[in-house]
């Protein structure tokens, strides 16, 4: 007996996206792109360099010169709001680049960031999720390696309250051990509720974490597809993505 298809969720996504339309200066780069994001839920964006993963990032963030469709949190239609009031709609960004203050120690940083929703992790449970950071509280973010400021730039998102938080290429360049610490954090958010929107190449580590995949390629979403689905869509993302 064939088991029974999974049923349709029937509760609002927590971040909706439909028909997307991004431009950088006159260049269109977002065609119409669309996705789901439920409370609670961790979704990984996928493609090759150029795919428009970044940039559907940075639009859903109102960093795009243009945008065009729709972005809704919480059922509010965000397309028309400011970039500086996003963040206040409960959105976190974490870029490629982390964005932290490179002169400032780990504790100053963590001290900055203005809480934008209600909640936001104390500092003291910052150090309980990452022990390098308590270790080293009072060094400047120049002396951080790429591992330790990644995780202060996470930390920094975190303490602001933000129910979604969204993740370029947290993995990238990082050692292996760092690597799976990162894992564990974002597994650890996972079991409080927090939903995550990933940019990665790793599917080691993304299927740890990741409910659904989505593969992009040239500006457009090409299809998406749960976790437990990611080995029978290998070959598809060889062709795509060319892993």
């Known amino acids: 007996m064939n088991s029974a298809a999974p049923k349709p969720r029937t509760d609002r996504p927590l971040l909706e996206v439909r028909d997307l339309n991004g431009w950088y200066g006159e260049s269109h780069v977002l065609h119409g792109v669309s996705l789901d994001l439920y409370e609670g839920e961790t979704i990984t964006l996928v493609g090759r360099n150029g795919a428009g993963k970044t940039t559907t990032l940075r639009a859903i963030m109102g960093l795009l010169s243009r945008r065009e469709g729709t972005i809704k949190i919480s059922g509010r239609d965000m397309i028309k709001v400011p970039v500086h009031k996003t963040a206040h709609a409960g959105i976190g960004y974490v870029p490629e680049e982390r964005g932290i203050f490179a002169t400032l120690s780990v504790e100053e940083n963590l001290m900055l960031p203005p809480k ?3 909640g936001g992790i104390s500092v003291e449970e910052i150090y309980h999720l990452f022990p390098n950071l308590a270790e080293r509280r009072n060094s400047p973010g120049t002396k951080l390696s790429g591992g330790e400021q990644q995780m202060l730039a996470l930390a920094r998102i975190l303490r602001t309250g933000a129910r979604i938080i969204l993740l370029d290429e947290p993995t990238e ?11 564990d954090v974002l597994l650890e958010l996972k079991k409080k509720g927090m939903t995550l929107l990933l940019v990665e190449q790793n599917f080691r580590f993304a299927r740890k974490v990741a409910d659904r995949f989505f593969l992009m390629e040239d500006g457009h979403m090409l299809e998406n597809f749960p976790t437990a689905d990611l080995d029978s869509k290998m070959a598809r993302l060889r062709q795509v993505v060319g892993v």
């Open 116 to 118: 934008v929703a209600e």
């Open 173 to 183: 360049g990082l050692a292996p051990v760092i690597v799976q610490r990162i894992g």
